[in-house]
């Protein structure tokens, strides 16, 4: 008896250990000071052949191709001897960092393998500070050299992480090498095909953050259901334990002190403030929020608000709300798009959902977006669905496949558990039911259950079709909070646009449904006033039409997202005529010219109610 109770036990607290355990060690969350932006000229080495690792019959790489080395090859060069090398990342190429390479030259646009990157740099030294490079995303595999000593690496392409480097860095002329593999496989996430480009690189910012030897790792506060303010403060470092550390906001003239416990952590919990005003697409309230734990202060701009399912209604704030919505993909609106999203480039895309379409909430698809999105969505107002890339098939069998997407899942809530527009966390997309499958998706709830019980959860489904009847059947469906369907009749498949409205659904009545995705492609320009055959703007004004009135008569649907604001970069469409590489069912085109469909969708949101 008592042994299955050990075992129930363990089975219990399975999900939360193990979602401790996925806390990265290291998270320097929030803004702070003594952060050095390394944003700029970065010089590299293209590396096909992996020779910097590996060299021919899988032997150890010759050192003189080990871009990783701190060695100053011209000044090698200039000494008599044998020593000879085949690469200089002093005097090689250079391209503009955070950014893709496939967007910097002609040459990369395909380019899928390994290039090794170098940044030289000046770091002011204080004694007993500690140093830490804080990489926001690197696609796919990222190898980190500092003064030529591995200092870290990192999987995932979408999801921030830290490596400390207090005993490697130096006053001056330190050389940052980082060896990037854009490369995915049968294990990784996603896998090796994707309807989206390859985007290698370094893609978003990279930052040295100097610290004092104690400081604050990670912060956060949000309001609970009971109206109250519950946080927590995470401080790293020898003087962690049994710390007074207050938390102040002077907009709602709210100071909290707290003592960290014998793990260096502090908890917060005190009724909200009368005057507190909740966040909402329509007042997105912000509040400037200090963390102080004496020689290190974090800040962050917080909105409180809550979110939860009442029957098949979602509920904001308590009141029923329908999410008037689109997909994004990470690109800025440009002929040459190399996912270098600022704070400009993220307004400009969400500013044609909120100013443009009318609607109040993104489908950030299908990974984790740049979190300059995320802080530029709780900024203007706008609901947000967040997604980690286990998208189409992953290797649903491999424990280190699981492993690596929760983690993703992990480093992704941490990040953005202080973002008020953060509502919806999706476990995936479009993966083909079977039980291995199922099984997957279910550890990823169970680890987002465990991570953050404040969201809700979703995944964007396939639907099975019978004649005219649609049914959404997944096993999957009882570990959602939220149901979400991909649905394209009309585009994909021969039905006609007539036939589209006589489409039924079938659909548990007891959660809420989104479309989260549908949609047609059309070139820009491209018009059929006559024929209105598929690829015209005409055909895709149509498509919206018959759809948008279609999902009117679904009943307990509560939000739609097409698919997708803008045209982006995919190597699976090779139309020589529409296409050439780009899929097209944005509502606006690469340069951002809306179609006519973009009325269409813009019309129906600014009827339809709240
Ligand atoms: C799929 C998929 C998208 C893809 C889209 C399309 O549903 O989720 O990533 O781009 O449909 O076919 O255009």
């Known amino acids: 008896m008592i042994r299955r109770l050990l075992c129930l036990l363990a089975l219990i607290a399975a999900p939360a250990l193990a979602a401790d355990a996925l806390r990265p060690p290291l998270l320097l969350t929030g803004a702070r000071a003594n952060v050095q932006d390394l944003s700029g000229r970065w010089t590299y080495s293209k590396d096909l052949y992996r020779t910097g690792f590996t060299d021919i019959n899988g032997w150890v790489a010759k050192s003189r191709m080990q871009r990783h080395r701190d060695v100053d090859v011209a000044a090698e060069e200039g000494k008599p001897g044998p020593a000879f090398f085949e690469f200089d990342l002093d005097r090689g190429p250079a391209m503009d960092i955070p950014g893709a390479w496939n967007s910097a030259t002609p040459e990369l646009r395909y380019f899928d393998g390994l290039i090794w990157f170098q940044r030289r740099f000046d770091a002011p030294m204080k004694t007993g500070q500690r140093s830490f490079l804080r990489f926001e995303a690197v696609n796919y595999r990222a190898y980190v050299y500092l003064n030529g000593k591995e200092v870290g690496?990192?999987?995932?392409?979408?999801?921030?992480?830290?490596?400390?480097?207090?005993?490697?860095?130096?006053?001056?002329?330190?050389?940052?090498?980082?060896?990037?593999?854009?490369?995915?496989?049968?294990?990784?996430?996603?896998?090796?095909?994707?309807?989206?480009?390859?985007?290698?690189?370094?893609?978003?910012?990279?930052?040295?953050?100097?610290?004092?030897?104690?400081?604050?790792?990670?912060?956060?506060?949000?309001?609970?259901?009971?109206?109250?303010?519950?946080?927590?403060?995470?401080?790293?470092?020898?003087?962690?334990?049994?710390?007074?550390?207050?938390?102040?906001?002077?907009?709602?003239?709210?100071?909290?002190?707290?003592?960290?416990?014998?793990?260096?952590?502090?908890?917060?919990?005190v009724a909200a403030p009368a005057g507190l005003k909740r966040w909402s697409p329509d007042a997105p309230t912000l509040y400037d929020v200090e963390f102080d734990a004496g020689d290190?202060?974090?800040?962050?701009?917080?909105?409180?608000?809550?979110?939860?399912?009442?029957?098949?209604?979602?509920?904001?704030?308590?009141?029923?709300?329908?999410?008037?919505?689109?997909?994004?993909?990470?690109?800025?609106?440009?002929?040459?798009?190399?996912?270098?999203?600022?704070?400009?480039?993220?307004?400009?895309?969400?500013?044609?959902?909120?100013?443009?379409?009318?609607?109040?909430?993104?489908?950030?698809?299908?990974?984790?977006?740049?979190?300059?999105?995320?802080?530029?969505?709780?900024?203007?107002?706008?609901?947000?669905?967040?997604?980690?890339?286990?998208?189409?098939?992953?290797?649903?069998?491999?424990?280190?496949?699981?492993?690596?997407?929760?983690?993703?899942?992990?480093?992704?809530?941490?990040?953005?558990?202080?973002?008020?527009?953060?509502?919806?966390?999706?476990?995936?997309?479009?993966?083909?039911?079977?039980?291995?499958?199922?099984?997957?998706?279910?550890?990823?709830?169970?680890?987002?259950?465990?991570?953050?019980?404040?969201?809700?959860?979703?995944?964007?489904?396939?639907?099975?079709?019978?004649?005219?009847?649609?049914h959404i059947a997944d096993p999957l469906l009882k570990e959602l909070d939220v149901i979400a369907v991909n649905t394209y009749a009309g585009w994909y498949g021969d039905d006609t646009l007539e036939a589209v409205g006589k489409l039924r659904w079938e659909v548990p009545a007891d959660k809420p449904l989104l479309f989260s995705e549908f949609g047609a492609d059309a070139q820009v320009g491209f018009r059929d006033a006559t024929l209105r055959r598929k690829f015209s703007e005409d055909y895709q004004a149509d498509y919206y039409r018959a759809t948008l009135a279609m999902a009117a008569k679904v009943p307990t649907l509560r939000g739609l997202s097409p698919w997708v604001l803008k045209d982006f970069r995919s190597p699976r469409r090779e139309h020589p005529v529409f296409q050439n590489g780009w899929n097209r069912k944005g509502l606006i085109s690469e340069t951002g010219q809306r179609k006519l469909a973009f009325e269409v969708v813009a019309e129906h949101y600014k009827a339809r109610a709240k």
Request: aromatic share 6%; net charge neutral.
């Open 153 to 269: 690496r990192h999987e995932g392409g979408f999801t921030p992480f830290v490596v400390e480097v207090t005993d490697t860095l130096r006053a001056q002329g330190n050389r940052l090498v980082v060896g990037v593999d854009s490369k995915h496989d049968a294990d990784s996430v996603p896998g090796e095909i994707t309807d989206w480009d390859l985007y290698g690189g370094i893609t978003r910012p990279v930052k040295l953050i100097q610290t004092p030897a104690t400081f604050i790792d990670d912060a956060t506060l949000r309001l609970n259901d009971a109206g109250r303010l519950v946080g927590s403060l995470q401080l790293n470092g020898p003087q962690a334990a049994n710390r007074a550390v207050n938390l102040r906001i002077a907009g709602l003239n709210l100071t909290l002190p707290a003592r960290t416990d014998a793990n260096g952590e502090a908890r917060f919990d």
């Open 296 to 470: 290190d202060k974090v800040r962050d701009r917080i909105g409180f608000r809550t979110i939860a399912v009442r029957g098949s209604e979602i509920l904001l704030n308590g009141q029923p709300i329908f999410l008037k919505g689109i997909c994004i993909h990470e690109e800025e609106i440009g002929p040459n798009p190399a996912r270098r999203i600022d704070d400009a480039a993220a307004r400009r895309l969400l500013g044609e959902v909120k100013n443009g379409l009318h609607g109040n909430y993104v489908r950030l698809s299908h990974y984790p977006h740049n979190e300059a999105m995320l802080r530029a969505a709780d900024e203007i107002g706008l609901l947000v669905w967040s997604e980690i890339p286990v998208y189409w098939t992953v290797n649903w069998d491999n424990p280190a496949t699981l492993g690596l997407a929760r983690r993703m899942q992990a480093e992704t809530i941490y990040r953005d558990r202080n973002r008020a527009s953060v509502v919806l966390w999706s476990i995936g997309n479009e993966t083909p039911v079977a039980d291995n499958r199922t099984r997957f998706h279910t550890a990823l709830a169970e680890t987002v259950r465990a991570l953050d019980p404040s969201r809700l959860i979703s995944a964007a489904l396939l639907v099975e079709r019978k004649g005219d009847t649609i």
